[in-house]
């Protein structure tokens, strides 16, 4: 299956800081990319749509103003989570999709563990 | 809008023994639905999908079947194996990239 790289895996963060979070589809053009939240022994709660070179879509009750997202290219997509505080601590993670050759199908990043202090 | 039922929410198997997980959607327009496996720590992998022009798709040891007219789609591992506990999403499709998920299975496999 087609490949989406997400970096960093993890990151700790003191409370006040913003952190950049990557997602790179790297054998193919994402149309789409979305991110998403998720606690643990929960499911994925999708926190924005993004297409790239417009402005992202934010879910109900998402901050756009906190979780900045910016989706420059058709490969890249980042997610920037500003003054972080100890409550914006979860597991974050992509998702791209994109229409030809990945046959529309919907592919996932390997996630990031936020922490912060 | 799509909304997607998943059951159950947890499953213990023996080693050896097969599983099965049953998505249901409300909305008769969904046309793919895949399936996700999430290991701890890890994002979901697509291990498997199926359109909705197809009654049944076979991977090795996993297969997808779908009843369009009673709107349900399941998951069936068989041969489980401890490498196949984790945790599963089923997925369902209502148009573009417009993708409604499952709230997830957990699955162990006991040895």
């Known amino acids: 299956g087609a490949v989406v790289s997400q970096h960093p895996s993890r990151v700790i963060c003191k409370s006040g800081t913003s952190v950049k979070i990557e997602c790179r589809s790297l054998?193919?053009?994402?149309?789409?990319m979305f991110w998403y939240r998720q606690f643990p022994k929960q499911s994925l709660m999708l926190m924005a749509t993004s297409n790239e070179g417009s402005k992202a879509t934010y879910e109900q009750g998402v901050e756009k103003d906190k979780f900045l997202i910016n989706h420059a290219s058709l490969t890249l997509s980042t997610l920037t989570v500003t003054s972080a505080h100890p409550e914006d601590s979860s597991f974050y993670i992509c998702s791209a999709y994109g229409a030809g050759a990945t046959n529309e199908k919907l592919f996932f990043g390997s996630g990031t563990q936020l922490s912060v202090l | 809008g799509e909304n997607v039922e998943q059951h159950p929410s947890t499953l213990s198997v023996q080693e050896g023994d097969s599983a099965v997980i049953k998505c249901t959607y409300s909305d008769s327009a969904s046309n793919y639905f895949p399936w996700y496996k999430q290991e701890l720590g890890k994002g979901p992998q697509l291990i498997i999908d199926i359109r909705s022009n197809v009654g049944e798709k076979k991977d090795q040891r996993i297969a997808v079947t779908l009843n369009k007219t009673a709107k349900h789609f399941s998951l069936h591992i068989t041969e489980t194996q401890p490498e196949d506990s984790a945790v599963y999403f089923c997925?369902?499709?209502?148009?573009?990239?417009?993708?409604?998920f499952g709230p997830g299975t957990r699955l162990s496999v006991l040895p």
């Open positions: 054998d193919f053009q994402a149309t789409t």
């Open positions: 997925a369902a499709r209502l148009g573009g990239q417009n993708f409604v």
